[in-house]
C-alpha cells in the first residue's frame, strides 16, 4: 500500500516567512523508465475544492506564484512556500499517482502567526 | 474555462444507493487525454479517490469500493455518473467529480475540480 504522511499537522508562518511542508511516501513513487516522481500537491481553501499546484513533483501548475515549489525524489518530498502570502492559508495536500490507486497524504494546515 | 458540476440528492437513506452525474462544460469527455473522476472528503477529513472512468467506459476503482460502485459515462450529454450502493453513516461525505491526467494508461494528477456536494446517508 502506498501510504502518505505528512509533517507537520499544521504549521504557523509570518507573512513574508518561509514555509516548509514535508511529505513522505511508504514506497518509492520515482518511476525507473522515465525518472518521474508520481507526486502532487494541492492547495485547499475552506469552502473550496482542492487546486493544483505542482506535479511531477516540481511542476507548477499554469498560473501558480512562483513562490511555491517543490523538490524530493524517491520517499521524500517538500512543497515550499518561500514568502506567504494572507492568500497561502489553507490546508495543503500531497497525492500520489504511482500506483493506479491514487492516494492522498492526510493534509498539512497552514496559517498566518 | 474548463467546468465540473455535480448533482443528486443530498439526502440518501441507509442501504439505498447513492447516484450522482457531474457535467462537465468547456471540454469534451471524449479526449483520451483524460480520466473522469470521483473524489470524497468525509467532514473535516482528507481526500479518499474513488475511482474513474475513461469516454470508452473504461473504468479503475478504489479496492474499499468496488462491491459497491458503478460508474457511466454519457457522452451525448458531456456527463459521467456514479453509483453507490448500500450506504451508511460512513459513506456521508462531500463528493467531487474532477478530471484526471491520464498517462499511457493510468491516471495523474487532477487538473480541474468540481465544486463538490454533500451527501449525508441519514434515515
Known amino acids: 500500500d502506498f501510504v502518505l504522511t505528512q509533517s507537520p499537522e499544521s504549521l504557523s508562518v509570518s507573512l513574508g516567512e518561509r514555509a516548509t511542508i514535508n511529505c513522505k511516501s511508504s514506497v518509492s513513487v520515482l518511476h525507473s523508465s522515465n525518472n518521474r516522481n508520481y507526486l502532487a500537491w494541492y492547495q485547499q481553501k475552506p469552502g473550496q475544492p482542492p487546486k493544483l499546484l505542482l506535479y511531477?513533483?516540481?511542476t507548477r501548475e499554469s498560473g501558480v506564484p512562483d513562490r511555491f515549489s517543490g523538490s524530493g525524489s524517491g520517499t521524500d518530498f517538500t512543497l515550499t512556500i518561500t514568502s506567504l502570502q494572507t492568500e497561502d492559508v489553507a490546508v495543503y495536500y500531497c497525492?500520489?499517482?504511482?500506483?493506479?490507486?491514487?492516494?492522498f497524504g492526510p493534509g498539512t494546515k497552514v496559517d498566518v502567526k | 474555462q474548463v467546468q465540473l458540476q455535480e448533482s443528486g440528492p443530498g439526502l440518501v437513506k441507509p442501504s439505498q444507493t447513492l447516484s450522482l452525474t457531474c457535467t462537465v462544460s468547456g471540454a469534451s469527455i471524449t479526449s483520451g487525454s483524460y480520466y473522469w473522476s470521483w473524489i470524497r472528503q468525509h467532514p473535516g477529513r482528507g481526500l479518499e479517490w474513488i475511482g474513474y472512468i475513461s469516454y470508452t467506459g473504461s473504468t479503475y476503482y478504489n479496492p474499499s469500493l468496488k462491491s459497491r460502485l458503478t460508474t457511466s459515462v454519457d457522452t451525448s450529454k458531456n456527463q459521467f455518473s456514479l453509483r453507490l450502493s448500500s450506504v451508511t453513516a460512513a459513506d456521508t461525505a462531500l463528493y467531487y467529480c474532477a478530471r484526471q491526467i491520464a498517462d499511457f494508461g493510468s491516471g495523474t494528477h487532477i487538473d480541474y475540480w468540481g465544486q463538490g456536494t454533500l451527501v449525508t446517508v441519514s434515515s
Open positions: 497525492q500520489q499517482y504511482y500506483s493506479s490507486i491514487t492516494t
Open positions: 511531477w513533483a516540481s
